[in-house]
């Protein structure tokens, strides 16, 4: 005479067998292995590591900029320290201010700085918005401002953040790549381009990855007008006139 067989242990159900989940935990499932396979999924820019070898790239240190037809290059200049503080991509009229940082291993920036960029907006006349865009989450704005005429108007831009390993990237586009499609895309594309030279040494979160200034770079006054790059919005201010720029090819 046989006992009463003992239940078997869920892994040893045969196959096909499932085992019903509430559906709430399900979809909170699925949104978390959306949410990581988008993360994953290579939207740009990219890490040298991806990279077989530099051929072709303008090399600008801490981040590797491919050539195209059209493409302005420019450095930005930190008065106070006449060091690269960001890259400046212009094309087809439209503008996009890059700057790289380093950014902890485990985790990244942008959630953070988003938040912390959309409450200094707030308290400093700009009427900023989140959207879902070809990068993820980004912030739409506008600031008052004055155009040479002496018309009263607003001057827009997007905020755009990519976090990568141990580096974290802002983007902002200005002019017409903030609203226009066709240059959004075109500077988009150089954008996921760019690649990020993180390096080896240790660094704090947010601090900005260094820039290099190549042989053959002009210096000129400062050209149209970019958002303050600061990653960390104290506060944000409307797109300013920097001191001066290096002018690239």
Known sequence: MFGRKKKQPQQDAAPGGHEDVPAGEAAAADAAEAAAKARQEPRGPLDVSQLEHRDGYLDLGSLLVRPRKGLGVRLEIDERTQ???????DLDGGSVQVQAFAAPRSEG????????????????????????????LQVLTRFPATASDGTRGFRLARFVGVDGPRWFVRAVFTGTAAVAAEPAAALEEVLRELVVVRGDKPMPPRELLPL????????????????DPAP???PARPPQRG???????
């Open 109 to 136: 920036l942008w959630d953070e700085v988003r938040r912390e960029l959309v409450e200094s907006l707030r308290t400093s006349n700009g009427e900023p918005r989140i959207e879902e865009g070809p990068f993820g």
């Open 212 to 227: 290099s200034v190549p042989e053959g770079a002009v210096r000129r006054p400062a050209g149209p007008p970019a958002p």
């Open 243 to 249: 001191p001066e720029i290096t002018e690239i090819g």
């Open 83 to 89: 060091r690269p503080r960001a890259v400046a991509l």
């Open 232 to 234: 960390e919005p104290a």
